[in-house]
C-alpha cells in the first residue's frame, strides 16, 4: 500500500505562484513514476506533469510547460509542483498519482484545491 497526502493549495490571484507538495509513504520499492493530476470543474481528470523514481520529469502538459516545474526530493518521499504565472484556467483540485512499473494499479491522494482569480 501507498499512501499519498498533498498540501499547499489554496486561493491566488492571476499571476500568481503556488508550490505544491505530496507526501509518499508505504511499500515503493523498484522503479515508479509519481505524477500530478488536476480535474477543473466539469471536466474529467487530466494529467498536468509526470516524474520518474530516478527524479527526471517525463512529461509536463503543454499548457503547463514554462510555468510548471515538478520536482521530487528527500529519496522520492517527497514531490512538488511549482506553479508560476498561475491562469484562472487552472483552478482545479490537483491529485497526486503513484504507479510502480508493470503495476496495473493507481494510487492516489485526497486532492489540494487550487483557485486562481482573476
Known amino acids: 500500500q501507498v499512501q499519498l497526502v498533498e498540501s499547499g493549495g489554496g486561493l491566488v490571484q492571476s499571476g500568481g505562484s503556488l508550490r505544491l507538495s505530496c507526501a509518499a509513504s508505504g511499500s515503493r520499492s523498484g522503479f515508479n513514476t509519481m505524477a500530478w493530476y488536476r480535474q477543473r470543474p466539469g471536466k474529467q481528470r487530466e494529467l498536468v506533469a509526470r516524474i520518474n523514481s530516478l527524479g527526471s520529469a517525463t512529461y509536463v502538459d503543454s499548457a503547463a510547460q514554462g510555468r510548471f516545474t515538478i520536482s521530487s526530493a528527500d529519496y522520492k518521499n517527497t514531490m512538488f509542483l511549482l506553479m508560476n504565472h498561475l491562469e484562472p484556467e487552472d483552478t482545479a483540485v490537483y491529485y497526486c498519482?503513484?504507479?510502480?512499473?508493470?503495476?496495473?494499479?493507481?494510487?492516489w491522494g485526497q486532492g489540494t484545491q487550487v483557485t486562481v482569480s482573476s
Open positions: 498519482n503513484f504507479r510502480a512499473l508493470g503495476s496495473p494499479v493507481d494510487y
